[in-house]
Nanobody, 115 residues
Framework: QVQLVESGGGLVQPGGSLRLSCAAS????????LGWYRQAPGKERELVAS???????NYIDSVKGRFTISRDNAKNTAYLQMNSLKPEDTAVYYC?????????WGQGTQVTVSS
């Protein structure tokens, strides 16, 4: 049984930082690309950043230079370091391994950027 547990979210002022973690069980992260997604109220879920098995990373333009995705295969955990946060980063953040036969989602972690 695959379980993904995201953590590290919270309320932060604009310009602040957060580090999200995604711990997995029932699946070996070594064999998958890992993605961080977010969903803001009234909007569709979007892929924010991804890291491949060999460590190659990709980011959407709006977070380039501010967010850093990483992985620790030994801990079966993915991370998203978020700096210089903006109000438009407010969303529930999820991690997801791919490709898989079916989609696996955790409960997500809420990030709220507000003064």
């Amino acid at each position: 049984q695959v379980q993904l547990v995201e953590s590290g979210g919270g309320l932060v002022q604009p310009g602040g930082s957060l580090r999200l973690s995604c711990a997995a069980s029932g699946i070996d992260f070594r064999f998958y690309t890992l993605g961080w997604y977010r969903q803001a109220p009234g909007k569709e879920r979007e892929l924010v950043a991804s890291i491949s098995r060999d460590g190659s990373t990709n980011y959407i333009d709006s977070v380039k230079g501010r967010f850093t995705i990483s992985r620790d295969n030994a801990k079966n955990t993915a991370y998203l370091q978020m700096n210089s946060l903006k109000p438009e980063d407010t969303a529930v953040y999820y991690c997801k391994p791919s490709p898989t036969l079916r989609d696996y989602w955790g409960q997500g972690t809420q990030v709220t950027v507000s003064s």
